[in-house]
């Protein structure tokens, strides 16, 4: 009986965990956010949003729109549960943060940064490949009707 109720136990806190990628969990509480394009989560790993380049406002640096962009991103997803997706192709980026696709409350973040102008397209090997066009059109959409960035900014940093 006794081995039964700890077996019993341990699968329920596991279930409680939820699924997991190779990548990391489906599912997070955001501690913090650093900037528009990374958040850290309540375990502290860093998630870097795939396909997303928001102005910089960290290491001293304070480019136009980048305080918007991580405005935005902390009224989104701090202190939030987010979903996470993964593309499975590429875990993390060159500086060991995680790469994930971000949701909170039905929205998914890396679109909507692009799609609102608080972000460019930014596509490197492999991550995000199969959607890499999409986020193209959003960034195009963005700039035709200079939103948020584009029209605001007479410098684009993520720009190409």
């Not at 077996?7 to 806190?13: C, D, E, I, P, T």
């Not at 997070?28 to 860093?46: C, E, N």
């Not at 305080?67 to 202190?79: C, I, M, P, T, Y």
């Not at 090997?125 to 890499?132: I, L, M, T, V, W």
Request: hydrophobic content about 35%; aromatic content about 8%.
């Amino acid at each position: 009986m006794k081995r039964w109720w700890i077996l019993s136990s341990l699968l329920v806190a596991l279930a409680a965990c939820g699924p997991r990628s190779k990548c990391g969990p489906d599912t997070a509480v955001v501690d913090h956010v650093i900037d528009g394009d990374t958040i850290v989560l309540q375990d502290g790993t860093k998630i870097r949003y795939l396909l997303v380049d928001t102005p910089e406002i960290t290491l001293g640096k304070n480019d136009c729109w980048g305080q918007e962009a991580a405005d935005f991103n902390r009224a989104h997803v701090e202190g939030k549960t987010v979903s996470l997706k993964y593309d499975d192709a590429e875990c993390t980026d060159r500086y060991n943060r995680t790469l994930a696709w971000v949701s909170a409350d039905g929205l998914e973040l890396n679109a909507e940064l692009v799609k609102q102008g608080y972000a460019c397209e930014l596509y490197v090997a492999p991550g995000g490949q199969a959607r890499k066009e999409e986020f193209l059109t959003y960034e195009a959409q963005a700039k035709t009707d200079r939103v948020g960035m584009w029209g605001q900014c007479t410098v684009i940093p993520c720009s190409r």
